[in-house]
């Protein structure tokens, strides 16, 4: 029979624990609990297996944050994980912890095509066994996904804080007023939710009119057809082709590049239509090099826990 695993994905505000089999997830067995009303993820296990029959073989846990040997601390929540304490207090032989982006790579080479919308087909070439996964959400990053001796390997990266650049007078005035607010500002800086809202603050300084609004009324605006915010969405898109060029010729993917995160999701459908392929492909002579790397946008909500799966199922020789 294929192991059970309990796989754990931390959020900003909820936490998920799903039950799979091998890399498979079980219909049914998501339960979600909200962070504020437990102490930490220890609680939140006990009572997930007081509803889960059998016995697990693993327990794997995601969560956005640093981790180093086995223990990780939330960035927005006062948790430690430490993996030892995690396998003595539950008598499972196999505890793993992952930062959520390297959750994400782990998903990628169990995608099937229910997983993920092809924005751009690329040339695909025969060696698939590099890729790259963008994570825009609540922040920003990007991890290599690395496919060596049957093993997945993600380093992790803290790639969403390089250095924000300018490359037209519009763009310059925008780093100079993100700067005034944001001291050395990265590109995460406008390439998250938030960022989304200093974009439009900036395109209503920029042009003497307008307030503030949060990225939900943002994109309300943008859905009908606001030039104002849709003067922010192509900013936005415009610096995420262009970052995720810029990550493509570090790191060459093949195999493709993946989308993943919230802001990524909800402006999934106008990528195209606001410019992200042009920007992508904004590399001079390198241009046409870049377009051969296809782009997909993750569309599995539960992406972080199969990749929790998958890195078990290879840990344990099961996948």
Request: with cysteine; charged share 20%.
């Amino acid at each position: 029979m294929t192991d059970l695993f309990i796989t754990v994905d931390i959020g900003g505000t909820n936490t998920r624990v799903g039950l799979c089999q091998g890399v498979e997830l079980i219909d049914g067995s998501i339960r979600r609990y909200r962070n504020a009303d437990h102490a930490g993820v220890e609680p939140i296990l006990r009572d997930f297996l007081s509803h889960t029959p059998g016995r697990a073989a693993a327990i794997c846990i995601d969560m956005a944050g640093p981790v180093h040997d086995g223990v990780g601390s939330l960035t927005n929540l006062d948790w430690t994980i430490d993996c030892a304490a995690l396998r003595l207090a539950f008598d499972v032989p196999v505890v793993e912890l992952l930062n959520d982006m390297q959750a994400q790579g782990h998903a990628v080479p169990y995608f099937d095509a229910r997983s993920f919308k092809t924005l751009l087909p690329g040339r695909p070439v025969g060696d698939t066994s590099q890729r790259l996964v963008i994570n825009v959400g609540t922040g920003l990053n990007a991890v290599p996904v690395l496919a060596c001796g049957g093993r997945t390997l993600v380093p992790a990266a803290e790639a969403g804080h390089m250095s924000l650049q300018a490359r037209s007078p519009e763009e310059l005035r925008l780093v100079e007023w993100i700067a005034e607010r944001h001291p050395s500002p990265g590109v995460e800086d406008i390439l998250s939710g938030r960022g989304l809202e200093r974009l439009y603050g900036f395109v209503i300084h920029d042009e003497g009119l307008g307030d503030p609004l949060d990225a939900a009324a943002i994109m309300d605006l943008f859905n009908k057809g606001d030039a104002q915010a849709e003067r922010a969405v192509r900013l936005f898109v415009r610096y995420l082709g262009r970052y995720a060029g810029d990550l493509a010729l570090a790191t060459l993917p093949y195999g493709g590049i993946y989308l993943v995160g919230g802001v990524a999701g909800h402006l999934g459908p106008h990528l195209l239509r606001m410019g992200f392929a042009e920007a992508l492909a904004d590399k001079g002579r390198f241009g046409p090099f870049v377009t051969q790397f296809p782009v997909h946008l993750v569309t599995d909500d539960y992406a972080a826990l199969c990749g929790c799966a998958g890195h078990l199922a290879e840990v344990l020789g099961t996948n």
